[in-house]
């Protein structure tokens, strides 16, 4: 039982379990997307009650989770290397900056997932794209702008800070 614990340490939030978020958000996209966007993508696609009239969040709405966005900025730069070095995904390289796409492994690898996880991921990776894909990065970024301090915040009523020594 241990073993499992210390499994799902490391597991957890690590640069395998976003890398692996991301090849369903790439599976599902219709463009390339750059780091910035996968950074965006991979907090809504686990938070997705944070936009109203949306599926449910795949993740606990904790506390100040919007930070996960500042956070988690290394580890998809982490997750992102891995899959370009197991040959999952694509690069291209261009005026815009290095974008990244599904190739023709992404799909393969993920058509082995079976869980009810992975199913959640794949209807998320569906809305998600279905909605945000036609944003400019300029309109997505100003959507995120405007939002960002209000998830998590709900908590902010419950528990006074300040009060924190």
């Not at 390289?93 to 991921?121: A, P, Q, R, V, W």
């Not at 300029?138 to 995120?144: C, G, N, R, V």
Request: aromatic content about 10%; some cysteine.
């Amino acid at each position: 039982m241990d073993e499992v614990k210390a499994l799902r340490n490391v597991v957890f939030n690590s640069p395998l379990e976003i890398g692996l978020r991301l090849l369903f958000i790439l599976n599902r996209t219709s463009r390339l997307l750059d780091l910035q966007r996968l950074i965006f993508y991979n907090y809504l696609i686990v938070h997705s009650s944070d936009i109203p009239d949306s599926p449910g969040s795949i993740h606990a709405d904790l506390p100040r989770r919007s930070c996960e966005m500042l956070v988690n900025r290394d580890i998809v730069k982490k997750g992102l290397t891995l899959l370009i070095s197991k040959n999952l995904i694509g690069v291209k390289y261009s005026k815009e900056g290095i974008l990244y796409g599904k190739n023709e492994n992404t799909d393969i690898l993920l058509k082995n997932f079976e869980s009810e996880y992975s199913t959640l991921l794949y209807d998320r990776a569906e809305w998600l794209c279905s909605n945000f894909d036609n944003f400019s990065d300029d309109k997505l970024s100003l959507f995120i702008e405007e939002n960002l301090g209000k998830w998590g915040s709900e908590f902010s009523a419950i528990y006074d800070y300040s009060d924190d020594k």
